[in-house]
């Protein structure tokens, strides 16, 4: 079954792939040449959908410095209608809405193709940053002017650790329109677990039907990778941080857990019967890694019914 | 291996049952028959010792009324001396240290049998409590009147989740003369593989050699249980403490969580190299509960490489 289809009847299972578009800097024809070596790369993985994401500095979200300097990209809507014309499946393609005037965000939205484009709408990730366009006006464009283009909003398990509401958060946003969820890297599965079976009962009490929760996970090849995700928020349980940084080899590391963080969530999500997707990210733009990416996403086809 | 020379060497695995005296107020008669009844029942499982817990109010260590009135138990040391004579294994006593004068821990630990007796010493719950031993005291009284007897302590992996520093207590207890420790139940296993975790890569740090982790587990067949065990400190992972109370068959839902996390921490440990052994605890005096617990050791017996 197409995503497209899949989403619209709320079924999982299903994998997808999620890309950063090359920085704003790449000349313009190195720019086809790298997404011609990345669909080449991820053809054979027989993908249900690719994620393009939207990336913004974020600098507001964690007074630390950030471990990497953030550097601009290509704006994804832009990746996928010019580079990407090739590709076969549904691509969603993410709005960080903030950096977007509501003027350009409707002529985005209302231009897409509901059967080849998703999008997932992204607020802000401070309350401390100044906004073009908040996620709640975002929302309401898309169902003015496309409301048949599948909208799907971010899930994040560790906020449910802080707050326990995460699972009220999903439901809101299912009310605006949302017909899946997309969560950050997963390092820590007991808190997706939790995030997963908080919405479960709370959908079974409400006689609502779970949407598909896309559960994201990436390799991560050195200490720098480790830092970078923590800094943007993702918990890494203190026995992976000491598995990783102890290890002979941290990116065959993080592949294992990886897989098995990913194999244990789907199981769980099997038993509770909430459907899920699976999805890659390629965090890195080291060629081990993303080769590590492409293996990983290759295994957990193989185990993915759907 | 017995399971003395295997502490005595600091190897794993190995197999726990834990039980709690009868109450003080059982007619004298019927102690030896339900010592008699849980022989026979325990006899069949090959087990490589045996637990005695030593009960305490612990009234101060939560001040939410008790899910269970207290009700006070026989000593576990006289239950052994008086009632499990014709038992095979060594068995592992428990004392509450504050209960006690050091007068009375000193004429106990004397007349211990190092071939057949150990101890795990017990610190009051709370600092609130007025005792009559401290656990420092004990530790001492044991290496000057019987250094041979084999000492265990507890390790408290919720206490790790709250304030990282369990490992050090571990190593800071092994000064003390602790040759194992045992964990009260165990339902978060991320808690339990942090603090193995924390505990391994220390002594690997120190040049310490690690003694075995023995990780308890139990049924819960109520929801009332389960509150006793939230009431006691016992941390249950959010996703859980749902799928118990949305059980069908708490008892049987417990009971297969309780095997996969088991499971679960063995591999862990092993991958490791950290020793473990598996105790199981029957926490309540419930037929069906006792029978799941032996059912559970049982099973664990199939899983254990010792």
Redesign the interface.
Known sequence: MDLVRRIDRAAGEFLLFALTPPRLATARERVQEIADATMARLRPLDLDGLILYDIDDEAARNPAQRPFPFSPTLDPANYLADNFTSWQTPVIVYRAVGKYAPSELRTWLAAQDPARVMTVLVGASSSKIDTMTSLADAQALRRDVNPGLPLGGVAIPERHSRR?DEHLRLLAKQDAGCRFFVTQVVY???AA??L???Y??ECVARGRTPVPVVFTFSVCGSLKTLDFLQWLGVDV???ME??LK?AADTLEASYQLALAAATELMA?CRGLGVPFGINVESVSIRREEIEASVRLAEQLRTEIKG
């Open positions: 326990d820590d599965v007991n677990k939790n997963v079976s908080d479960h009962y349980p203190r026995w000491n598995d102890h769980y």
